[in-house]
T-cell receptor, first 116, second 118 residues
Framework: AQKVTQAQTEISVVEKEDVTLDCVYETRDTTYYLFWYKQPPSGELVFLIRRNSFDEQNEISGRYSWNFQKSTSSFNFTITASQVVDSAVYFCALRALIQGAQKLVFGQGTRLTINP | GAVVSQHPSRVICKSGTSVKIECRSLDFQATTMFWYRQFPKQSLMLMATSNEGSKATYEQGVEKDKFLINHASLTLSTLTVTSAHPEDSSFYIC??????????????FGQGTRLTVV
């Protein structure tokens, strides 16, 4: 089965704290892609990162960093020195071959609240 | 990044009427478009996949006669909610990809449409 699990439903931290959002995935595919999206209150999905299954190198982009571990099927997302503007729902997603078509499977999302 | 425009952003309609939602790719050719539905505080659920010029492929449990999808051009797909009922109230969001050439392109999402049926 193709599945994405974000065990943390809601996280609330105080501004400037570091926070890690967990993502665990399941897939039978050897080639797949993992994504993180941010959904602010306005509703649109903002693309944050794409990682393919052959690239386990961790990535850092400003205050954001991602840790991809194939051994544990995890693709965790860390925000360093969090800011109020980081408050949003964050979705981890897996793109894999499902019934002959490439489809995105989303986790349940983690609602992140950064308090001033 | 590429831009996908979805219109309207909000719509309120009376029960029994039909509503059309448009999804346009503004700066690239979208060979494939996806329509998702999102209930409050829940994840995105894929409703259907449409390829330009062909019939949409619906996910299990999605009524194709209620949710009509048209993808007549490489820049426009429409979702029509026919004979809408209050239980159709939801957030609908589209995404678009160009699957010609390289396969490893991400999907770009529209801004979403919040449908309220009264």
């Amino acid at each position: 089965a193709q599945k994405v699990t974000q065990a943390q439903t809601e996280i609330s931290v105080v501004e400037k704290e570091d926070v890690t959002l967990d993502c665990v995935y399941e897939t039978r595919d050897t080639t797949y892609y993992l994504f993180w999206y941010k959904q602010p209150p306005s509703g649109e999905l903002v693309f944050l990162i794409r990682r393919n299954s052959f690239d386990e190198q961790n990535e850092i982009s400003g205050r954001y960093s991602w840790n991809f571990q194939k051994s544990t099927s995890s693709f965790n997302f860390t925000i360093t020195a969090s800011q109020v503007v980081d408050s949003a729902v964050y979705f981890c997603a897996l793109r894999a071959l499902i019934q002959g078509a490439q489809k995105l499977v989303f986790g349940q999302g983690t609602r992140l609240t950064i308090n001033p | 990044g590429a831009v996908v425009s979805q219109h309207p952003s909000r719509v309120i309609c009376k029960s029994g009427t039909s509503v059309k939602i448009e999804c346009r790719s503004l700066d690239f050719q979208a060979t494939t478009m996806f329509w998702y539905r999102q209930f409050p505080k829940q994840s995105l659920m894929l409703m259907a996949t449409s390829n330009e010029g062909s019939k949409a492929t619906y996910e299990q449990g999605v009524e194709k006669d209620k949710f009509l999808i048209n993808h007549a051009s490489l820049t426009l797909s429409t979702l029509t909610v026919t004979s809408a009922h209050p239980e159709d109230s939801s957030f609908y969001i589209c995404s678009a990809r160009n699957l010609r050439g390289t396969m490893n392109t991400e999907a770009f999402f529209g801004q979403g449409t919040r449908l309220t049926v009264v």
